[in-house]
């Protein structure tokens, strides 16, 4: 076992650390290591508790309180979505012709991570926020100003002082279909909120409320993005299409990431 005099001030990696992550199926093992051994800060029964809950199949990032997302440490507490990497692609996507001083609406934000990345890339952005779960609102407001971070279901949320004001509405709803939830690796089934990956039968219900809505909080020439996935971004197309917001699919193969946009005409 690692103790308070197996952890050096200076920071190394002890080799049996890394050798039980490895033996647990941590495939960065060294990377997760040398993270666990900088959070325990060198306290050794710190760090052994940490690795306990690894070893146990807890997230890295909620035993580390954090994810990376775009260079950003995003908090994250218990139970709360970790952001996906390919997320990344939806920021992407929103900062192409973003305006300046836009407002930006990070709708099902989760921690918040699309909203902070996009605020720390175009700082000249006022960027809201809205979510439904309590714990997620609580990381999102610790990523975000907190005053910007509303609780609620989906645009029920919101003032009614952003209404027509969306320049651009990021969406990253659960579109996992119920029955595919068994699938998922055991780090997001077992310990991130089902609400944060249950898009209903076919993955689609909350895409469905989210752009049925959209029209009325955009602001003229105002986009919506949406995250999805590459076999349902057709069906969401479709969603887009029957709101009257003319629809483009974007994909990321580097990413394995897809995004379909549509604007509010002018």
């Not at 940490?50 to 507490?77: C, K, Q, T």
């Not at 990344?88 to 973003?98: I, K, M, P």
């Not at 609102?137 to 919101?158: H, K």
Request: with cysteine; aromatic share 4%; net charge negative.
């Amino acid at each position: 076992m690692t103790s308070a005099d197996d952890v050096p001030a200076d920071g190394v990696v002890p080799d049996d650390l890394v050798t039980r992550l490895r033996a647990a199926g941590c495939v960065f093992a060294e990377d997760e290591a040398a993270l666990l051994v900088e959070a325990s800060a060198g306290d050794g029964g710190e760090l052994e508790r940490m690795l306990a809950r690894r070893v146990a199949g807890d997230p890295l990032e909620h035993i580390l309180g954090w994810a990376e997302f775009r260079g950003l440490r995003i908090a994250v507490g218990p139970g709360v979505f970790v952001p996906r990497q390919r997320t990344g692609f939806l920021v992407e996507t929103a900062l192409r012709d973003l305006p300046a001083k836009a407002v930006v609406l990070d709708l099902c934000c989760g921690s918040g991570a699309v909203g902070a990345a996009i605020a720390a890339e175009a700082p000249g952005c006022m960027v809201y926020a809205a979510e439904l779960d309590p714990a997620a609102v609580a990381s999102a407001r610790r990523n975000l100003p907190p005053e910007r971070v509303f609780e609620g279901d989906l645009y029920a949320a919101l003032p009614s002082a952003l209404t027509g004001r969306v320049d651009a509405l990021v969406v990253n709803a659960p579109y996992v279909p119920t029955e595919a939830i068994a699938t998922m690796p055991p780090e997001a089934r077992l310990h991130e909120a089902r609400l944060a990956l249950d898009g209903g039968h076919d993955g689609l219900d909350v895409q469905r409320r989210v752009v049925s809505g959209a029209i009325e909080w955009l602001a003229p020439g105002g986009r919506l993005l949406i995250e999805t996935s590459e076999h349902q971004a057709p069906l969401t197309a479709a969603l887009f299409e029957a709101a009257g917001l003319h629809p483009q699919i974007a994909r990321s193969e580097d990413l394995d990431a897809t995004v379909v946009t549509g604007s509010r005409q002018v």
